[in-house]
């Protein structure tokens, strides 16, 4: 706490106010939960509807708001008004940036250690493939939102077209998975040229809610077109990956057996976990060479200032089309691994709820920045592992969540937006001068 | 010819039902300029709670039904008024001066909140009640017996829309309230030096458009005969997409497009395929949106750089 107890006092509300704001909204929270919390209706094996009143769960809640109103006005007050400037010293700062420099490499090494150092735990090798998956959906949407500046709430629509590519070329045709991961992708990014192409006028809010109903339309589709699609069954028996033409099972020419070493399921799940953990480096790797083409440039442009873009030459046409077949293209790789993984993919798993987690990680990773997508996927999924028992509470957590995160950090945990080229030095820009929204 | 004209019927109610949601959209844009992701579930806690004050007035032996009606509908509108209230006050004031995406991606956090937070309180499963309003009017009866019908419960549908329309054009257009909301769309900076307050006048119309969902969560129960928990997010979009037809901005506008996006779905599930009336209407949206992005009434956006 920087400020003098003195200046404390004077800032300082009283007791009283405090007390009075809580009173409100806790009165407010008695309308607002008195029926929905404090009534339950349930139909019973007749059909007819009945109810009965939960006081205690109503009390309960009302008290808890109360409380918690305290609370915030108490933490507001220590933490004294938005916008505080805090010094830090400059010995902590140094350290606090020699751990960030280190937190990408050790992050590497670390996931690369994974199967070794857990090679028995089965649930933690199944839930870092889980959090790569959406490291790697991630970086394919950031390339949309974060860098090119497209809100895009159908992202799930790519996972999707590449999950049912690879399934559906698979079972059908017998292909095998390196020859349709190429293709999943291409017919992702082909997906994404065509949804791209009728918004390219559209900005913000309407891109955002037209990426929605695309995302609604491919998954109402994948429901609805039965002979093709299998509808709400999904597809069943997608073929396990091999690697390259081997496979990994227990017959005489599976990767065992050709090692001469016992078999064991583990080994297609380290598998899987290497190649997720490929596909997603290639992601970022890509990524990070892209920034530095001049189509990366026409992207962050693009996301600062669409009319400045347009003024200075750029094809903003192409540029647009192009991240969103870049990020789709991805996600198509993602969703032929997902497909992989499962060996049984329904349209359930390409709900608006995937688009939404996607989107919170990257947003929640600071918009392009590599690094945050990373860890927020990480505290997202490690997060939602927690509350694993308590299915209903999650998205109810994961929806307060990103509001509060909206209103404390809108810039993500990792909030910086370092332009990536500089006229001969870097100069330190005032925020109020690049904060968008202005345009 | 028969079939058409029942079908017709439909989708008008339908429509009107849209209609009321789109207008609390097309209000929130006009005056914040951001879409109220959350509204559509403000539409379906209106349900929820129509349902629930039903319930307990038939319990405590209550047996008129328009007195039944009265009371739900006010009680419904006055809590669900108090929804959008808290939800503006909680996700979308504080970002008021925010980058572009915050207000949007609140909203949605706001949408899976209130969503999972119905189905905590009451339950994933759906809430059927029996029919409450039965009967109605035979308007033609064909050779080949097809009879087309108007019941009660649509006439009410459509009789409370027309109602609730004019009471809200006249807030809009003879009010002070009406006229500091048109203010604050036009310029909120203006506004407040000229002594409007705005953060008022947002709040104030977060919760006419909340008590318009309400309305329209009411007839939606009285109507299908079911609430659930998940039903506001496709009536949502519905909504949304029947604001951006008719212009956003536009009230007249957010109306016709409800009654428009109602027509078309009723008449594509009646003619094409039930299965593909959602595509129907989000395909009509990204349509729309390409060739007609300012609606049949909205005014251009002016670029500003």
């Known amino acids: 706490m920087s400020a003098s107890p003195a200046a404390q006092t004077s800032r300082a509300p009283g007791a009283a106010f405090i007390f009075k704001k809580a009173l409100i909204s806790a009165l407010v929270a008695l309308v607002l939960f008195s029926l929905m919390i404090g ?21 309960a809640m009302v008290a808890a708001v109360f409380g918690g109103s305290i609370l915030v ?76 500046g497209l809100l895009d709430l159908g992202y799930v629509a790519f996972y999707a077209v590449g999950a049912y590519s690879y399934a559906l070329l698979a079972t059908n045709f017998g292909l095998s998975f390196w020859v349709c991961l190429p293709l999943a992708g291409i017919l992702a990014a082909f997906w994404g040229v065509l949804l791209g192409f009728p918004v390219l006028r559209l900005r913000g809010d309407y891109l955002a809610i037209v990426t929605l109903a695309f995302g609604e339309i491919i998954r109402l589709v994948i429901i609805n077109w039965q002979s093709l699609t299998g509808g709400p069954n999904g597809v069943t028996g997608i073929p396990r990956p091999t690697l390259f033409g081997i496979p990994l099972t227990p017959g005489d020419d599976g990767l065992a057996a050709m090692l001469g070493i016992e078999f064991s399921t583990t080994h297609r799940i380290v598998f899987l976990f290497y190649l997720i953990l490929a596909l997603a480096l290639l992601t970022n790797w890509v990524t990070i060479r892209l920034r530095r083409l001049p189509i990366g440039r026409a992207w962050e442009a693009l996301r600062e200032d669409e009319v400045a873009c347009r003024a200075l030459g750029i094809n903003t046409t192409t540029t647009k089309l192009t991240a969103f077949a870049t990020g789709a293209m991805f996600g198509g790789f993602a969703g032929a691994f997902f497909a992989t993984r499962q060996g049984f993919i329904s349209p359930e798993s390409f709900t608006f709820h995937e688009s939404a ?61 370092a332009p990536t080229v500089f006229l001969k030095t870097n100069q330190a820009i005032s925020s109020d001068l690049v904060k968008e929204g202005h345009g | 010819m028969d079939y058409f004209a029942q079908q017709l019927i439909n989708g008008l109610v339908l429509g009107s039902i849209y209609g009321l949601i789109a207008i609390g959209y097309t209000m929130v844009y006009g005056i914040v300029g951001m879409i109220n992701f959350a509204h559509g579930d403000i539409f379906m806690i209106g349900g929820f709670i129509a349902l629930i004050t039903f319930l307990i007035l038939v319990s405590f032996g209550l047996t008129a039904i ?5 009371i739900v509908l006010l009680v419904s509108m006055a809590i669900t008024a108090l929804y959008g209230w808290t939800v503006e006050r909680i996700a979308y004031r504080p970002l008021r001066h925010s980058f572009r995406l915050a207000p949007m991606l609140s909203a949605i956090g706001m949408s899976f909140v209130l969503t999972n937070y119905s189905q905590v309180a009451q339950g ?23 009879v087309v019908q108007l019941s009660n419960i649509q006439i009410i549908v459509v009789i409370t829309t027309i109602v609730l329309l004019a009471l809200f054009t006249w807030l809009v257009s003879s009010t002070r309230l009406g006229r500091d909301m048109r203010a604050c ?63 956003i901005g536009s009230l007249p506008g957010a109306m016709l497009g409800g009654l428009l996006i109602g027509l078309i779905e009723t ?21 729309v949106l390409i060739f007609l992005p300012t609606g049949l009434l909205g005014r251009p956006e002016v670029e500003k750089v």
């Not at chain 1, 606090?96 to 690369?112: I, K």
């Not at chain 2, 909340?210 to 909504?239: H, N, Q, T, W």
């Not at chain 2, 599930?269 to 595509?279: G, I, L, P, Q, W």
């Open chain 1, 39 to 59: 009534v339950r209706t349930e139909a019973g094996s007749d059909g007819q509807l009945t109810y009965w009143t939960r006081f205690g769960d109503l009390a």
């Open chain 1, 73 to 148: 006005e108490l933490l507001r007050q220590w933490w004294g008004p938005v916008g505080t400037v805090r010094v830090v010293p400059a010995s902590v700062q140094s350290t606090l940036s020699f751990a960030g420099r280190l937190v990408a490499p050790v992050l590497l090494v670390f996931t690369f250690l994974v199967p070794v150092l857990f090679y028995d735990e089965r649930y933690i090798l199944d839930l870092g493939i889980l959090v790569l998956t959406y490291v790697m959906l991630g970086w394919g949407l950031n390339v949309v939102v974060g860098l090119a």
């Open chain 1, 357 to 417: 987690l996607v989107l919170a990680i990257v947003v929640l990773g600071g918009m392009g920045s590599q690094l945050g997508v990373a860890l927020a996927a990480l505290a997202m999924i490690g997060g939602f592992e927690l509350f694993r028992g308590l299915e209903q509470y999650r998205m109810l957590v994961f929806g307060m969540a990103m509001v509060l995160l909206m209103i404390w950090r809108p810039r993500g945990l990792i909030g910086h937006r």
């Open chain 2, 66 to 70: 328009p007195l039944i009606l009265l």
């Open chain 2, 124 to 146: 994933a499963r759906v809430k059927p009640v029996p029919p409450i309003i039965t009967g109605g009017y035979t308007l033609h009866e064909s050779a080949g017996g097809f």
């Open chain 2, 185 to 247: 769309e036009q310029d909120q900076t203006m506004a407040s030096l000229l002594g409007v307050d705005v953060d008022r006048t947002i709040s104030m119309t977060f919760v006419i458009g909340a008590a318009l969902a309400a309305v329209a969560g009411m007839m939606y129960l009285l109507y299908y005969g079911l609430v659930d928990f998940f039903m506001g997010f496709v009536a949502g979009i519905k909504a949304f997409t029947a604001a951006v037809l008719g212009g």
């Open chain 2, 267 to 287: 008449l594509w599930s009646a003619y094409f395929s039930v299965e593909y009336k959602d595509v129907a209407a989000f395909s009509i949206l990204i349509v």
